[in-house]
């Protein structure tokens, strides 16, 4: 058994965590560049807490220029085991509404303009994301949410797209007809391919604000309106985390899904061949494996 620190990515509207005990906004440096903000720490039911939100305070970074990476590494730097990643997201169908919550567990990931990778030359590895979600803490968090106030819909695939401008009609009716997404978001890509090669437990909650431009009756996506639903939605979320801790505890076994030794087979580079330099940087995400 290990301890267990929960991580918080927080997405729109959502930049904290209420009632944690010992609450401290920490800076941390990573090899990997500057995360979005400092991170605040703290024991929540006396579980040990980790809260960073995504676009850092007063909302600064578009999901392109979010530091996906920096912010894996220093979460994991922290200790975190069991990420969960709170954002804004679009549907694609009627029944799943503004103000509902889906707990995603696929993936279409559109984005290029991003780095998804800790690996490359001088160090290559490949991991699994066939399921990129870990069903074991999705499976808590719905438990969590069931006394938010949100209507909770479990599984559904994510489309990501680069963004910062929202869906043409054109491709919110591909990415609903044709390739059967359920919702769409800027920002869990790279992110969870990147907590899989971190060999952290990660588990998205997609906050419905709106219909993307599918819908005959909703129009072009209004940010006014999706700030409203955003207040509404980020509530909710904060209760759903106030939940969590004292539903998995302070302590861990090893991950039923295997998330934590996601690199066990997946360094392909030969010791001798292997970058030094890249090794040193690698310390916190792969350093059980180097």
């Known amino acids: 058994m290990t301890e267990r620190v929960i991580g918080v990515i927080g997405g729109s509207g959502v930049y904290e965590i209420d009632g944690l005990e010992g609450a401290n906004w920490v800076s941390v440096d990573s090899p990997f560049g500057t995360p979005s903000d400092a991170i605040l720490t703290g024991r929540l039911s006396g579980v040990q807490m980790a809260f960073l939100p995504r676009h850092g305070r007063g909302h600064v970074h578009s999901p392109s220029s979010v530091p996906y990476r920096a912010n894996i590494d220093a979460l994991k730097r922290l200790g975190v085991t069991d990420l969960i990643s709170v954002s804004a997201c679009g549907s694609f169908r009627e029944e799943l509404a503004p103000g509902d919550f889906v707990l995603v567990d696929q993936f279409i990931d559109r984005t290029f303009a991003r780095e998804k990778s800790f690996f490359g030359a001088g160090l290559v590895a490949h991991v699994s994301v066939a399921h990129p979600t870990c069903a074991d803490l999705s499976a808590k968090l719905a438990e969590a949410a069931k006394g938010s106030g949100a209507t909770l819909h479990h599984g559904g695939t994510y489309l990501a797209m680069e963004g910062p401008q ?5 491709e919110s009716l591909l990415y609903r007809n044709e390739w059967k997404a359920d919702v769409i ?3 869990n890509m790279p992110e969870a391919k990147l907590a899989r090669e971190a060999e952290m ?15 005959s009756d909703h129009g072009a996506v209004d940010i006014t309106e999706i700030i409203k639903t955003l207040t509404g939605n980020a509530a909710n979320a904060r209760k759903t985390i106030a ?8 302590t861990r076994a090893p991950c039923p899904c295997g998330c934590d030794r996601a690199l066990d087979h997946a360094i392909m580079t030969a010791p001798d061949k292997r970058d030094p330099a890249m090794i040193a ?7 059980r494996v180097l």
């Open 166 to 170: 929202f869906s043409t009609l054109a």
């Open 185 to 187: 978001g800027m920002t």
């Open 201 to 215: 437990c990660y588990a998205p909650i997609a906050m419905i604000t709106d219909y993307d431009s599918w819908h």
């Open 243 to 250: 939940a969590l801790p004292a539903l998995l505890g302070g």
């Open 281 to 287: 940087q690698l310390d916190a995400v792969a350093g």
